[in-house]
């Protein structure tokens, strides 16, 4: 994909405030939507994820909204904490055209102020 | 929980040397999944394997090939290194039902070419 270097987006929050992480995905037909959190020299940590049959899912403190209309995701964290702050990635599947394998949307770089 | 196992955490080559990356899945998870993320960059996927045979390539060098053994950890070889290869190496494993299902990340390999 298109590179954006070093040079990631960011979003600079309020401890307490809630966040909101936007993500634009390429692919109409995909089936299966997943947010990850990647905190420096770690792996992708899973969040949440959402089918394309749906569009909205919760869980503790975090919502992801689909919008297939206009192929939009977002992440929203409630009352965000210091430990939320990393890069947010997240990545679609298509299962008709692939196994399985993630496509990664850019990176959203998250800094928490205390 | 046991997590998806990488060795090593650290390489260092030489231009032109090879190098072979370990991954050993979260246990009883059948599919394994290598990608690529350069400085900044989002994760790119190489590679994929189910039940021990290779079941999707992405954007994976010729240079470069895999496999999965009968015990389902997974290697990637690397050879004839390049400055470019230099990047965080991720596998990530799935649950059984071939990659339908979420995918778990291990902590990477960070591989850097002299």
């Known amino acids: 994909g298109e590179s954006v270097g070093l040079h990631l987006p960011t979003l600079s929050v309020q401890e307490g405030d809630n966040s909101i992480i936007n993500c634009a995905y390429s692919n109409s037909a995909s089936d299966y939507f997943i947010w990850y959190k990647q905190e420096s020299g770690k792996g992708p940590q899973f969040i949440i994820d959402?089918?394309?049959?749906?569009d909205k899912r919760q869980g503790q403190r975090v919502t992801v909204l689909l919008n297939k209309t206009v192929k939009h995701l977002s992440l929203q964290i409630a009352a965000t904490q210091p430990g939320d702050s990393a890069v947010y990635f997240c990545a679609e599947i298509d299962y008709g055209g692939s196994q399985g394998n993630l496509i990664f949307g850019k990176g959203t770089k998250l800094s928490v102020k205390p | 929980a046991a997590g998806v196992i990488q060795s090593p955490r650290h390489l260092i080559k030489e231009k032109r040397e090879t190098a072979t990356l370990k991954c050993y899945p979260i246990?009883?998870?059948?599919?394994v999944y290598w990608y690529q993320q350069g400085p900044g960059q989002d994760p790119q996927f190489l590679i994929s394997f189910y039940e021990k045979m290779q079941s999707d390539k992405g954007s994976i060098p010729d240079r470069f090939s895999a496999q999965q053994f009968s015990d389902y950890h997974s290697e990637l070889n690397m050879s004839s290194l390049e400055l470019g290869d230099s990047a965080l190496y991720f596998c990530?494993?799935?649950?059984?039902?071939?990659?339908?299902?979420?995918?778990?990340f291990g902590p990477g390999t960070r591989l850097t070419v002299l």
């Open positions: 959402i089918r394309s049959n749906m």
């Open positions: 990530a494993s799935s649950l059984p039902g071939g990659g339908t299902d979420t995918q778990y």
């Open positions: 246990p009883r998870h059948d599919t």
